[in-house]
């Protein structure tokens, strides 16, 4: 497609429930990064996935979180053991590159969890 | 612990207004500040950037301001239309790596 896209547009949980999160960058970007979006908060940088190398995991909140990224491309959010603080909405973006001037994010248009 | 302050959290503004936004920050190896604009329910899309090597930038209506001594820069918004009514993140990092995102500004301007 000609944007990011993300999977599912909404999830409703339960507590406890393990849920995954899809993300399709744009064709031919090497950068991938995951971001959460709290009612009333900024983004939350959460993993960042640059070609083949390792990925920057800084920003995960928990080892309930796990992300891959298969063949470069399509990436995974992993949720286990939902908590009701994880309800938000999980943004994913692509970018051609990382360093020199192709610095803008593209973002899809969010997972919004609901964890009940 | 945010590494860039934004502020107001929230500013409404008479159509032909100015909406000025304000964003802060510490880290000083900061070299690329870009504003990001969201509307309800899309994922935010860039809008302008800046890098520390110039004081202003222009495109259209909006304008960055830069301060690098006072670590401060500012989103202005002239002559604001309705469809300019959104939420408006600054965000800084090092070399375009890992953005560091405001808490946000929704704008809401008045016909």
């Known amino acids: 497609g000609a944007g990011v896209s993300q999977s599912p547009s909404n999830k409703v949980t339960e507590k406890g429930k393990d849920v995954e999160l899809r993300c399709d960058p744009i064709?031919?970007?090497?950068?991938l990064y995951w971001y959460r979006q709290s009612l009333g908060q900024g983004l939350e940088f959460l993993i960042y996935?640059?070609?083949?190398?390792?990925?920057?995991k800084s920003g995960l909140p928990s080892d309930r979180f796990s992300a891959e990224r298969t063949g470069g491309s399509v990436s995974t959010l992993t949720i286990q053991r939902t908590q009701q603080e994880d309800s938000a909405v999980y943004l994913c973006?692509?970018?051609?590159?990382?360093?020199?001037?192709?610095?803008?994010?593209?973002f899809g248009e969010g997972s919004r969890l609901t964890v009940l | 612990q945010q590494q860039v302050k934004q502020s107001p959290q929230s500013l409404i503004v008479q159509k032909g207004g100015i909406s000025i936004i304000n964003c802060a920050y510490e880290n000083t190896a900061f070299d690329y500040f870009p504003w990001y604009q969201q509307f309800p329910g899309k994922g935010p899309a860039l809008l302008i950037a800046i890098r520390p090597d110039v004081s202003e930038k222009k495109e259209g209506r909006f304008t960055i301001s830069f301060n690098k001594s006072a670590k401060q820069f500012s989103l202005h918004i002239m002559d604001s239309q309705p469809g300019d009514s959104a939420t408006y993140f600054c965000?800084?990092?090092?070399?375009?790596?890992?953005?560091?995102f405001g808490a946000g500004t929704t704008v809401t301007v008045r016909a």
């Open positions: 064709s031919g970007h090497t950068a």
């Open positions: 973006a692509s970018s051609l590159n990382s360093g020199g001037a192709a610095g803008e994010l593209f």
């Open positions: 965000a800084a990092s090092i070399s375009d790596y890992k953005l560091s």
């Open positions: 996935f640059q070609g083949n190398s390792a990925p920057d």
